[in-house]
């Protein structure tokens, strides 16, 4: 986990608020992800990255925008938080070379939306 | 589209008795496969994948999987279980025809009882 960080780790907001989360990686890997996690649903996918000038929509993208500033950093935003934006969010890298590779992923940013 | 489904929301076994996850998947080609465990308060962490070769994977911690294509499963093993092996699994696929995305399944809660 110490290879990819988050920040916040914890974080409570109103709604309305803009807010963003950040992802840092010293793995050195190109492709960079952020999933959100609920209870029963495992992880969605909601943005990923290839390279700086590569982003793409995943499943669940509506209400968040992503940021890739480098290719170690990955941030996520919420431009206007809602309360069914409430989840736990992972930041995940893998390696371009090869598809059997796996992903890393982050501790994870618990965000409450009130 | 290419999916998994976990089954089981929770597995309840004895210390020292086996146990399994179950994990089936739906996807085109060939599948690449894999278990993620997920501790509290902490991010996913990687067992073990399938990519080609032996059906029989062994991964982290004591765990391996079997791989059977005729029932498009990949159920994950272990001879016995520890009261630490209590966590989250996730099964995961990824699809190398769409991006190498992953699709993850909704999560299968294991608790071991001493």
């Known amino acids: 986990d110490a290879d990819v960080t988050q920040t916040p780790r914890n974080r409570i907001t109103k709604t309305g608020k803009r807010i963003m989360l950040e992802c840092s990686q010293t793995k050195g890997h190109d492709r960079m992800y952020w999933y959100r996690q609920d209870p029963g649903l495992g992880l969605r996918l909601i943005y990923y990255?290839?390279?700086?000038?590569?982003?793409n929509k995943g499943e669940i993208s509506d209400g968040y925008s992503v940021s890739r500033q480098a290719q170690a950093k990955f941030s996520l935003s919420l431009e206007s938080a809602i309360p069914n934006q409430t989840a736990l969010y992972f930041c995940?890298?893998?390696?371009?070379?090869?598809?059997?590779?796996?992903?890393?992923f982050g501790p994870g940013t618990r965000l409450t939306v009130l | 589209a290419q999916s998994v489904a976990q089954p089981e929301d929770q597995v309840n076994v004895a210390e020292g008795n086996p146990l399994t996850v179950k994990c089936t998947y739906s996807v085109s080609g060939n599948p690449y496969l894999f278990w993620y465990v997920q501790y509290p308060n902490r991010g996913l962490q990687f067992l073990l994948k399938?990519?080609?070769?032996?059906?029989l994977v062994k991964g982290s911690y004591g765990f391996e999987a079997e791989f059977n294509k005729s029932q498009t499963s990949f159920h994950l093993k272990k001879p016995s279980a520890l009261v630490s092996d209590s966590a989250l699994y996730f099964c995961?696929?990824?699809?190398?025809?769409?991006?190498?995305?992953?699709?993850f399944g909704s999560g299968t809660k294991l608790n071991v009882k001493p």
């Open positions: 990255s290839f390279d700086v000038k590569d982003i």
């Open positions: 399938y990519i080609t070769g032996d059906n």
């Open positions: 995940a890298t893998s390696d371009l070379a090869g598809s059997g590779n796996e992903q890393f």
């Open positions: 995961a696929v990824r699809d190398i025809n769409n991006f190498n995305k992953f699709y």
